[in-house]
Protein backbone atom coordinates (compact mmCIF):
# COMPACT_ATOMS: atom_id res chain seq x y z
CA UNK A 1 0.00 0.00 0.00
CA UNK A 2 1.26 3.46 -0.63
CA UNK A 3 2.52 5.75 1.93
CA UNK A 4 0.83 8.46 0.91
CA UNK A 5 -2.40 9.83 2.50
CA UNK A 6 -5.69 9.23 1.17
CA UNK A 7 -9.21 10.77 1.63
CA UNK A 8 -12.68 10.16 2.80
CA UNK A 9 -15.58 12.00 2.58
CA UNK A 10 -18.51 12.08 4.52
CA UNK A 11 -21.52 10.66 3.30
CA UNK A 12 -25.02 12.15 4.55
CA UNK A 13 -26.07 9.20 6.51
CA UNK A 14 -22.71 10.12 9.07
CA UNK A 15 -23.57 14.34 9.48
CA UNK A 16 -23.09 14.88 13.40
CA UNK A 17 -21.31 11.57 13.94
CA UNK A 18 -18.11 11.78 15.94
CA UNK A 19 -14.68 11.61 14.36
CA UNK A 20 -13.50 8.50 15.16
CA UNK A 21 -16.84 7.04 15.00
CA UNK A 22 -17.48 8.13 11.03
CA UNK A 23 -13.90 7.09 10.72
CA UNK A 24 -14.48 3.63 11.48
CA UNK A 25 -18.02 2.91 9.56
CA UNK A 26 -16.04 4.65 6.07
CA UNK A 27 -12.86 2.24 6.88
CA UNK A 28 -15.16 -0.41 7.30
CA UNK A 29 -16.93 0.46 4.14
CA UNK A 30 -14.45 1.54 1.79
CA UNK A 31 -11.53 -0.55 2.92
CA UNK A 32 -13.46 -4.12 3.71
CA UNK A 33 -9.86 -5.81 3.40
CA UNK A 34 -8.13 -4.08 5.65
CA UNK A 35 -8.03 -5.48 9.87
CA UNK A 36 -10.75 -3.68 11.96
CA UNK A 37 -9.61 -0.99 14.36
CA UNK A 38 -11.43 0.05 17.33
CA UNK A 39 -13.48 2.99 18.18
CA UNK A 40 -10.45 3.56 20.69
CA UNK A 41 -7.57 2.96 18.30
CA UNK A 42 -9.08 5.34 15.48
CA UNK A 43 -9.56 7.75 18.34
CA UNK A 44 -5.84 7.92 19.57
CA UNK A 45 -5.15 8.12 15.83
CA UNK A 46 -7.04 11.15 15.39
CA UNK A 47 -5.89 12.62 18.59
CA UNK A 48 -2.34 11.97 16.97
CA UNK A 49 -2.62 14.21 14.09
CA UNK A 50 -2.56 10.61 11.54
CA UNK A 51 -6.59 11.72 10.89
CA UNK A 52 -7.10 15.09 9.57
CA UNK A 53 -10.68 16.89 9.39
CA UNK A 54 -10.68 18.98 6.23
CA UNK A 55 -7.00 19.71 6.78
CA UNK A 56 -6.93 20.46 10.30
CA UNK A 57 -6.19 18.10 13.66
CA UNK A 58 -9.55 17.58 16.11
CA UNK A 59 -10.30 15.65 18.72
CA UNK A 60 -11.51 12.54 18.29
CA UNK A 61 -15.19 13.77 19.87
CA UNK A 62 -15.33 16.60 17.11
CA UNK A 63 -18.07 16.09 14.90
CA UNK A 64 -18.43 15.63 11.16
CA UNK A 65 -20.62 17.49 8.59
CA UNK A 66 -22.01 15.62 5.07
CA UNK A 67 -19.13 16.26 2.56
CA UNK A 68 -16.28 16.86 5.36
CA UNK A 69 -13.40 15.51 3.92
CA UNK A 70 -11.14 12.92 6.00
CA UNK A 71 -7.39 12.91 5.18
CA UNK A 72 -5.85 9.51 6.69
CA UNK A 73 -2.27 8.14 7.24
CA UNK A 74 -2.25 5.20 5.88
CA UNK A 75 0.28 3.76 8.97
CA UNK A 76 -2.52 3.89 11.14
CA UNK A 77 -3.18 0.36 9.57
CA UNK A 78 0.29 -0.69 10.58
CA UNK A 79 0.40 1.01 13.78
CA UNK A 80 -2.90 -1.01 14.79
CA UNK A 81 -2.45 -3.69 17.82
CA UNK A 82 -5.07 -5.93 19.01
CA UNK A 83 -6.44 -5.56 22.08
CA UNK A 84 -4.10 -7.14 25.21
CA UNK A 85 -6.51 -9.14 27.57
CA UNK A 86 -5.44 -8.26 31.05
CA UNK A 87 -5.90 -10.78 34.81
CA UNK A 88 -5.16 -7.53 36.64
CA UNK A 89 -7.69 -7.82 39.43
CA UNK A 90 -10.69 -5.10 38.85
CA UNK A 91 -14.29 -4.66 40.60
CA UNK A 92 -16.12 -7.23 38.45
CA UNK A 93 -18.39 -10.31 39.06
CA UNK A 94 -20.69 -12.90 36.91
CA UNK A 95 -24.14 -12.47 37.99
CA UNK A 96 -25.03 -15.10 35.70
CA UNK A 97 -24.25 -16.90 32.66
CA UNK A 98 -25.66 -19.46 30.25
CA UNK A 99 -24.95 -20.24 26.32
CA UNK A 100 -26.05 -17.07 24.98
CA UNK A 101 -26.28 -14.55 27.45
CA UNK A 102 -23.09 -13.19 30.33
CA UNK A 103 -24.26 -10.91 32.93
CA UNK A 104 -21.71 -8.83 34.80
CA UNK A 105 -21.79 -7.06 37.75
CA UNK A 106 -19.58 -3.87 36.68
CA UNK A 107 -17.92 -2.14 39.56
CA UNK A 108 -17.86 2.21 39.86
CA UNK A 109 -13.88 3.24 38.46
CA UNK A 110 -13.90 0.51 35.84
CA UNK A 111 -13.77 1.57 32.28
CA UNK A 112 -15.67 -0.45 29.18
CA UNK A 113 -13.26 0.38 26.52
CA UNK A 114 -9.42 1.60 26.49
CA UNK A 115 -9.25 5.59 25.58
CA UNK A 116 -8.73 8.96 27.17
CA UNK A 117 -6.41 9.56 30.29
CA UNK A 118 -7.86 6.23 31.81
CA UNK A 119 -5.00 3.31 32.19
CA UNK A 120 -6.59 0.97 34.12
CA UNK A 121 -8.27 -2.71 32.58
CA UNK A 122 -11.22 -2.67 31.35
CA UNK A 123 -14.41 -4.57 30.77
CA UNK A 124 -13.28 -5.76 27.42
CA UNK A 125 -9.62 -6.23 28.70
CA UNK A 126 -11.31 -8.41 30.98
CA UNK A 127 -13.75 -10.23 29.24
CA UNK A 128 -10.73 -11.38 26.87
CA UNK A 129 -8.76 -12.56 29.57
CA UNK A 130 -11.56 -14.92 31.40
CA UNK A 131 -13.36 -15.72 27.80
CA UNK A 132 -11.19 -15.42 24.72
CA UNK A 133 -13.98 -16.91 22.39
CA UNK A 134 -16.04 -13.77 22.68
CA UNK A 135 -13.16 -11.74 20.84
CA UNK A 136 -14.90 -13.06 17.57
CA UNK A 137 -18.45 -12.04 18.73
CA UNK A 138 -19.99 -8.52 17.62
CA UNK A 139 -17.22 -7.85 14.66
CA UNK A 140 -14.91 -5.44 16.72
CA UNK A 141 -12.33 -7.82 18.98
CA UNK A 142 -11.88 -4.82 20.90
CA UNK A 143 -15.05 -4.97 22.49
CA UNK A 144 -16.14 -8.55 22.30
CA UNK A 145 -19.66 -9.39 22.84
CA UNK A 146 -20.65 -5.55 24.38
CA UNK A 147 -24.04 -4.76 23.35
CA UNK A 148 -24.47 -1.03 25.86
CA UNK A 149 -22.22 0.39 28.06
CA UNK A 150 -22.27 1.81 31.57
CA UNK A 151 -20.24 5.50 32.64
CA UNK A 152 -16.99 4.68 34.12
CA UNK A 153 -18.35 5.72 37.64
CA UNK A 154 -21.44 3.76 37.44
CA UNK A 155 -21.66 0.49 38.89
CA UNK A 156 -23.95 -2.42 38.16
CA UNK A 157 -25.49 -4.80 35.79
CA UNK A 158 -24.18 -5.03 32.18
CA UNK A 159 -24.98 -7.43 29.60
CA UNK A 160 -22.92 -9.15 27.27
CA UNK A 161 -23.77 -11.56 24.54
CA UNK A 162 -21.62 -15.06 24.05
CA UNK A 163 -22.89 -15.51 20.20
CA UNK A 164 -23.12 -13.35 16.82
CA UNK A 165 -26.96 -14.50 17.19
CA UNK A 166 -27.89 -12.78 20.96
CA UNK A 167 -25.40 -10.00 20.16
CA UNK A 168 -27.91 -8.76 16.86
CA UNK A 169 -30.78 -9.54 19.20
CA UNK A 170 -29.97 -7.75 22.25
CA UNK A 171 -28.25 -4.37 19.76
CA UNK A 172 -31.63 -4.84 18.38
CA UNK A 173 -34.12 -4.91 21.71
CA UNK A 174 -31.61 -1.98 22.61
CA UNK A 175 -32.49 0.06 20.13
CA UNK A 176 -35.96 -0.43 19.79
CA UNK A 177 -36.29 0.52 23.45
CA UNK A 178 -37.06 -3.11 24.43
CA UNK A 179 -35.09 -3.54 27.45
CA UNK A 180 -36.25 -2.11 30.47
CA UNK A 181 -33.32 -0.41 32.64
CA UNK A 182 -33.56 0.27 36.01
CA UNK A 183 -31.56 2.73 37.74
CA UNK A 184 -30.91 3.96 41.61
CA UNK A 185 -29.56 7.27 41.79
CA UNK A 186 -28.97 9.64 44.97
CA UNK A 187 -29.61 13.69 44.46
CA UNK A 188 -28.92 16.92 45.99
CA UNK A 189 -32.27 18.41 47.42
CA UNK A 190 -35.58 17.20 46.87
CA UNK A 191 -37.95 16.40 44.56
CA UNK A 192 -40.65 18.60 43.86
CA UNK A 193 -42.84 15.59 43.33
CA UNK A 194 -42.73 11.95 44.66
CA UNK A 195 -43.02 10.49 40.65
CA UNK A 196 -43.04 12.27 37.49
CA UNK A 197 -40.87 11.87 34.37
CA UNK A 198 -38.04 14.14 32.63
CA UNK A 199 -39.13 14.47 29.11
CA UNK A 200 -36.32 16.69 27.93
CA UNK A 201 -34.23 16.60 24.65
CA UNK A 202 -30.29 16.20 25.00
CA UNK A 203 -27.58 18.40 23.31
CA UNK A 204 -24.12 17.98 22.31
CA UNK A 205 -22.41 20.80 20.87
CA UNK A 206 -19.15 20.14 18.79
CA UNK A 207 -15.89 19.06 20.78
CA UNK A 208 -17.85 18.96 24.08
CA UNK A 209 -18.13 16.16 26.28
CA UNK A 210 -21.08 17.42 28.29
CA UNK A 211 -24.65 17.64 27.07
CA UNK A 212 -27.13 20.13 28.58
CA UNK A 213 -30.99 19.94 27.95
CA UNK A 214 -32.80 22.28 25.92
CA UNK A 215 -36.45 23.23 25.29
CA UNK A 216 -37.94 21.38 21.88
CA UNK A 217 -40.19 24.22 21.12
CA UNK A 218 -37.06 26.37 19.94
CA UNK A 219 -36.39 24.46 17.29
CA UNK A 220 -39.66 24.77 15.48
CA UNK A 221 -40.33 21.18 14.81
CA UNK A 222 -36.93 21.20 12.66
CA UNK A 223 -34.04 19.48 15.09
CA UNK A 224 -30.84 19.82 14.58
CA UNK A 225 -28.37 16.55 14.08
CA UNK A 226 -26.85 17.03 17.56
CA UNK A 227 -30.51 17.03 19.55
CA UNK A 228 -32.07 13.73 20.69
CA UNK A 229 -35.45 13.16 22.55
CA UNK A 230 -34.78 11.93 25.80
CA UNK A 231 -37.73 10.61 28.21
CA UNK A 232 -36.49 9.48 31.90
CA UNK A 233 -39.05 8.89 34.56
CA UNK A 234 -38.02 8.21 38.70
CA UNK A 235 -40.39 7.97 41.72
CA UNK A 236 -38.32 8.99 45.48
CA UNK A 237 -37.46 5.75 46.92
CA UNK A 238 -36.02 6.93 50.63
CA UNK A 239 -36.41 10.57 51.39
CA UNK A 240 -33.50 12.19 54.29
CA UNK A 241 -32.90 15.45 55.14
CA UNK A 242 -30.45 16.93 51.94
CA UNK A 243 -30.95 14.01 49.52
CA UNK A 244 -33.19 12.12 47.90
CA UNK A 245 -32.54 8.41 46.53
CA UNK A 246 -34.41 7.48 43.70
CA UNK A 247 -35.51 5.02 41.25
CA UNK A 248 -34.96 5.56 37.72
CA UNK A 249 -36.40 3.84 34.37
CA UNK A 250 -35.05 5.86 31.19
CA UNK A 251 -37.13 4.89 28.56
CA UNK A 252 -34.74 6.38 25.95
CA UNK A 253 -30.96 5.17 25.81
CA UNK A 254 -28.70 9.07 25.39
CA UNK A 255 -25.69 9.27 26.85
CA UNK A 256 -25.56 10.75 29.71
CA UNK A 257 -29.08 10.88 30.10
CA UNK A 258 -30.20 10.17 33.30
CA UNK A 259 -27.23 12.73 34.68
CA UNK A 260 -27.71 15.66 32.51
CA UNK A 261 -31.96 15.23 33.32
CA UNK A 262 -31.26 15.44 36.92
CA UNK A 263 -29.18 18.29 36.97
CA UNK A 264 -31.48 19.95 34.48
CA UNK A 265 -33.85 19.78 37.29
CA UNK A 266 -31.43 21.51 40.06
CA UNK A 267 -31.14 17.70 41.65
CA UNK A 268 -27.75 16.69 40.23
CA UNK A 269 -26.53 13.04 41.20
CA UNK A 270 -24.83 13.36 44.31
CA UNK A 271 -20.79 13.37 43.34
CA UNK A 272 -21.07 13.68 39.95
CA UNK A 273 -18.02 15.26 38.43
CA UNK A 274 -19.39 17.08 35.11
CA UNK A 275 -22.69 17.94 35.87
CA UNK A 276 -22.91 19.12 39.36
CA UNK A 277 -23.12 22.82 40.19
CA UNK A 278 -20.32 24.83 41.20
CA UNK A 279 -22.01 25.82 44.23
CA UNK A 280 -22.42 22.58 45.64
CA UNK A 281 -18.54 22.27 46.08
CA UNK A 282 -17.91 25.46 47.03
CA UNK A 283 -20.27 24.77 49.87
CA UNK A 284 -18.47 21.05 50.87
CA UNK A 285 -21.75 19.58 50.35
CA UNK A 286 -21.49 15.38 50.47
CA UNK A 287 -19.22 14.97 47.45
CA UNK A 288 -17.52 11.30 47.27
CA UNK A 289 -15.19 9.92 44.91
CA UNK A 290 -17.87 8.56 42.43
CA UNK A 291 -20.97 9.91 41.55
CA UNK A 292 -23.69 7.63 43.21
CA UNK A 293 -25.44 5.89 40.15
CA UNK A 294 -26.04 2.54 40.64
CA UNK A 295 -27.94 0.03 37.64
CA UNK A 296 -29.24 -2.06 39.48
CA UNK A 297 -31.60 -3.81 37.34
CA UNK A 298 -32.47 -5.16 33.69
CA UNK A 299 -35.46 -6.79 32.77
CA UNK A 300 -35.59 -8.09 28.80
CA UNK A 301 -36.88 -11.25 26.29
CA UNK A 302 -34.25 -12.93 24.57
CA UNK A 303 -35.22 -15.66 22.01
CA UNK A 304 -38.69 -16.13 23.12
CA UNK A 305 -37.50 -16.39 27.24
CA UNK A 306 -37.88 -13.58 29.89
CA UNK A 307 -35.28 -12.53 31.87
CA UNK A 308 -34.39 -10.08 34.67
CA UNK A 309 -31.25 -9.50 36.24
CA UNK A 310 -30.12 -7.49 39.25
CA UNK A 311 -27.00 -5.74 40.75
CA UNK A 312 -27.37 -5.33 45.07
CA UNK A 313 -26.42 -2.05 45.52
CA UNK A 314 -22.17 -1.59 46.03
CA UNK A 315 -21.15 -1.27 49.85
CA UNK A 316 -19.58 2.37 48.96
CA UNK A 317 -23.35 3.16 47.90
CA UNK A 318 -25.01 1.92 51.08
CA UNK A 319 -22.01 3.48 53.13
CA UNK A 320 -23.24 6.68 51.87
CA UNK A 321 -27.02 6.29 52.53
CA UNK A 322 -26.15 4.96 56.30
CA UNK A 323 -24.32 7.82 57.01
CA UNK A 324 -27.19 10.50 56.11
CA UNK A 325 -29.94 8.59 57.63
CA UNK A 326 -30.34 10.18 60.59
CA UNK A 327 -33.40 7.78 62.08
CA UNK A 328 -30.70 4.56 61.98
CA UNK A 329 -33.75 2.25 61.32
CA UNK A 330 -32.87 1.38 57.75
CA UNK A 331 -30.48 -2.12 56.96
CA UNK A 332 -29.99 -1.26 53.70
CA UNK A 333 -29.73 -5.07 53.53
CA UNK A 334 -29.64 -6.33 49.90
CA UNK A 335 -32.88 -8.60 49.97
CA UNK A 336 -34.79 -6.24 51.41
CA UNK A 337 -33.63 -3.28 48.81
CA UNK A 338 -34.21 -5.61 46.35
CA UNK A 339 -37.83 -6.64 47.14
CA UNK A 340 -39.11 -2.65 47.32
CA UNK A 341 -36.80 -1.83 43.49
Known amino acids: MTAEPFTLEIPRHLNDQRVDRALATLLAEKLPEKKLLSRAFLARCVKNGLVLLNGAAVLPRALVATHDLLTVTPTIFAEAAPLQPSTEPIIISVLYEDD ?84 VALVYGHMSELTGEIDTALIRQ ?24 ALTRYRVFMRYQDHDLLVLTPKTGRTHQIRVHLSSIGHPVVGDKLYVFKNIKRRKLLFPKRHLLH ?47
Not at 135 to 161: C, F, K, Q, Y
Not at 206 to 229: F, I, S
Open 100 to 183: QLLVLDKGAGVQMHQGGAHAGTTVAQWILAHYPLLATIGGDPNRPGIVHRLDRETSGVLLVAKTNKSFAALKKAFQEREIEKTY
Open 206 to 229: AGALKRRAVDLEQYQGVLPGNVRT
Open 295 to 341: ATKLSFSLFGQPYQFHAPLPQDFKRVLRDIDETKDTSYDDEALESLL
